[in-house]
């Protein structure tokens, strides 16, 4: 049986252009998440919040032992923060489901910039029809594209 195709927008595969995937690392540290946090959020859209600054050299993390010969050692490009509550989304198939949508969002449209990017759910809402699914994939889709919008990224 063949897979199903995405249900996430495109732009880069509608335009022909072969997609050639973002490096992307996590965000880890207090100081890390605490900068991010203290800065105001470019979008906030339905239960998402998004704030994207560019990378603190300062905070780069070295690279750690000696690249191997099999793959050539590549920078990630954008480093991602994901704040998904147990309070707002107690179960925990929907919290990583929400973090599995970001990130491929986050492969698929994200600018070729060094980034640091936050995303964060901010308030509690149903998830339980189809409906309640197709609306909350839809607010992330708006909320990346209005941050990348307001950042000067693909929209």
């Not at 946090?37 to 780069?60: K, M």
């Not at 690279?63 to 994901?82: H, K, M, Y």
């Amino acid at each position: 049986m063949p897979k199903a195709a995405s249900a996430w927008p495109s732009k880069r595969a509608a335009a022909g252009a072969p997609i050639a995937p973002v490096h992307f690392s996590s965000l880890s540290g207090q100081d890390e998440f605490g900068r991010l946090l203290s800065q105001r959020p470019l979008c906030v859209e339905g239960r998402f919040s998004v704030t994207i600054c560019p990378r603190d050299p300062a905070s780069e993390r070295p690279n750690q032992g000696a690249p191997s010969l099999a793959f050539e050692c590549v920078e990630p490009e954008i480093r991602l923060g994901l704040i998904v509550p147990k309070k707002l989304v107690r179960r925990a198939v929907w919290r990583n489901r929400i973090k599995r949508w970001t990130r491929e969002l986050l492969r698929l449209h994200a600018p070729r910039e060094r980034l640091d990017i936050l995303v964060r759910v901010r308030q509690p809402g149903p998830m339980n029809s189809q409906d309640d699914v197709a609306r909350l994939r839809l607010e992330l889709v708006s909320a990346f594209s209005g941050a990348f919008g307001r950042w000067g990224g693909v929209k």
